[in-house]
């Protein structure tokens, strides 16, 4: 038996201020590093012991993941930062304030943008290396993708298209250290994990749609070496 462990980051600052987030390099709230830390201590306590650690090239997995292992006492687990995990890209809507998006191009449009999983939101005009939202300058597509090959960043993403992204990673990389008897843990954002999920679980388009994936909540696949699934759980931590 293997496991495997997907966690969405703590809470954003973005989060906490009901903005689209995306792309655009936010940091955790502090109820985000609470959650990363409980989070930590719950897989402590599960006994579970990781080979090797993955999260997205955005700060607010980063800060989740080293908070995470420091409470788990493994700190010195290898880990691997990759743009292949990102958050998907909201298009025009990322910085936004989701109700005010809701207010501007109503709750039905705004909710199938959100949650479709082929319906694109209308693409951003440009790749910005910075954004200033009530004056204060977020990091987005800087010199941490200057290696992504060209064509590949993104300017609008749904569902399908984050999945298309994800896939090289499981296929290439996490399902054969898997295969191979290696626990992981893999820190990402709601869309990436809702990518895993479907690779890992099989499911129908219209089911992954309906998958909610929570913030800081360790979600612990037992896998055979064939990689189905013997057992699902998510771990139990404070709100």
Known sequence: MVQLVLMRHGQS???????FNGWIDTRLSAIGIAQAQAAGAAIAAADIEFSASYSSALTRTIMTLNELLLAANQAYVSQ????RLNERHYGILQGENKDEMKAKYGADQVQLWRRSYDVLPPAAPS???AV???????PAFDRRY??????????????RTTLDRVRPLWEGELAPQLRAGRNLLIVAHGTSIRALTKLI??????EITQVEIANGKPIVYNLDAE????KKETLAVPD
């Open 132 to 138: 200033t939202i009530d004056g204060k300058t977020y």
């Open 146 to 159: 200057n290696q992504v090959p060209y064509g590949q960043l993104p300017l609008t993403e749904n569902i």
């Open 201 to 206: 679980e099989g499911l129908t388009p219209q």
């Open 127 to 129: 790749y910005q290396p």
């Open 227 to 230: 990689l189905n699934i013997l």
């Open 80 to 83: 691997v930062k990759t743009w």
């Open 13 to 19: 600052e973005w989060n906490a201020a009901n903005r």
